[in-house]
């Protein structure tokens, strides 16, 4: 009996990694082309192109390989999710907003294109997002496309991604704020988009009510954790290796994780949410499940 | 019927007169009110809900995106309850458009529909927020509540691109964008993506609901198109009246028919677009009364009226 034969070869997670950020850069690339109104479009293309890590469309992708569709699937949905994304980052950093300069690493899309530009790239990139998962989305009956689009839609919104921004910017300089606020502005600002990811992936692949609810509750954590880790690299890592102003949170008097509990609870707090995240793939087959662990593993160990 | 087209076209417009224009809209209008007020309820954060909803439900809208949806759906002899979450949906992104468009980085107005423009009231945070929300609201609104046994899920599929084509990078963001940037492009082209596409999308995502033929939704779509624009001249027109002094001043950032051309060639404009748009619905005679309220949303637009009962 030879061991190593049996051994499965280990995941490279780097090269599923680059492998799939290349297929969704690639798709990107010629969902938003270059059209008139030119600046518009240059205005979308540069904040949607400045080479994000794309952690969304990769665990929309995973997530529908897991439930048994392919890539091609979820494609659609996986540029949808960092359509958005990435408007949502536009909006956030202008100037009645965050007011930041600085976006992974490069000037921020208002203060290359104006105000003005950034909010209408900001809104063309929330429209496009919409109207290409209805439209570019392969081989998937369209009561499955319907439901995602709505799964979309409430991530984003004011039951989602932007009732977590409105609590955070109601926030600042508040004296009194608990875990239970903190976790509303995170589950809310970050969780619901990458729960949307995972659930839009398992929704067009196929899955079935209970896979896509496993799946949900797995994103949930990892929406969680990946905040949590957000929070800890703002106060101890510096802006050149964040590729954005670190300490930023402090700077705005925002609360986070480690003002609230420490370093230390903080990473502890880290590992839970990455256990119970796990905990969730553990009835489905362990060989599709890999590139979600590994996600799983990488947003609880990432260093920007 | 054996009459000739020839023959028809003044019979429908005759008749148009004597449709209830006012009735039908008050009802439809007051219908679609309800069913905004409901659709937008207030949560928590409660700010984010009550931005999006003094836009929403501003006492001055006029309804007109989601009144010839519904009429462009009852044409085809389908129920409007299957087009009211569209409806609704239309109305909210358009608010979301408006909100944005009032902000001081663009055209910079504290006032819409005679009331405080949305970021004078909630910051313009807020504002920014209420419309990113309002997107979005729109699409699950017509996801969760168009009912299916009336909509095929591949019609709801052409609705949600058909509006967000419309207020996208090619559509409604790229008329304000060339609103804002001046510059040679032409006061038609900014006008028809600036007004025309909300009219035009209204009118289509009504036959789309109702499963109307391609070469109907061209129809819809250029009758849409026309009445959207026509309804911005005839208001630049009545501003021009009313108030035409502060008009010229708050206009400089936009362009108007009136300012461009002046009110006898707007005049004119106003006109040719009431003409065209009828000639399209000539092209729907078969299904006889049922396009008289589009008939006469038509006049509706071209005359002016804006004051009806809120």
Known sequence: DNNSNNTKPTFDFKSYMIQKADSVNQALDGAVSLREPRKIHEAMRYSLLAGGKRVRPMLCIASCELVGGDESMAMSAACAVEMIHTMSLIHDDLPCMDNDDLRRGKPTNHKVFGEDVAVLAGDALLAFAFEYMAVSTVGVAPSRVVRAIGELAMSIGSEGLVAGQVVDINSEGLKDVGLEHLEFIHVHKTAALLEGAVVLGAILGGGSDDEVEKLRKFARCIGLLFQVVDDILDVTK???????????????????????????????????LNEDAQEQLAGFDQEKATPLIALANYIAHRQN | TSSSSSLSVPSIQLKSMHFDLKTYWATLIGEINHKLDQAVP??????IYEAMRYSVLAKGAKRAPPVMCVAACELFGVDRLAAFPTACALEMVHAASLIHDDLPSMDDDQSRRGQPSNHTIYGVDMAILAGDALFPHGFRHIVSNTPSSLV??????????????AVGSTGMAA?????????????????????????ECSAVCGGLLAGAKDDEIERLRRYGRAVGVLYQVVDDLFKAKTQSEEYGKKKKKGKSYVAFYGVEKAMEVAEDLRANAKKELDGFEQYGEKVLPLYSFVDYAAEGKFSIDD
Do not use: C, H, W
């Not at chain 2, 008329?175 to 009219?199: A, R, T, Y």
């Open chain 1, 238 to 272: 510096s802006s050149k290796e964040l590729g954005k102003t670190a300490g930023k949170d402090l700077v705005a008097d925002k609360v986070t994780y480690p003002k609230l509990i420490g370093i230390e609870k903080s990473r502890e707090f880290a590992n839970k």
């Open chain 2, 42 to 47: 207030v949560k928590y954060p409660e700010q």
């Open chain 2, 152 to 165: 095929p899920e591949s019609r709801i599929l052409r609705v949600i691109a058909e509006i967000a084509r």
């Open chain 2, 175 to 199: 008329g304000q964008f060339l609103d804002l940037e001046g510059g040679p492009n032409s006061i038609e082209f900014v006008q028809e993506k600036k007004f025309g596409e909300m009219g």
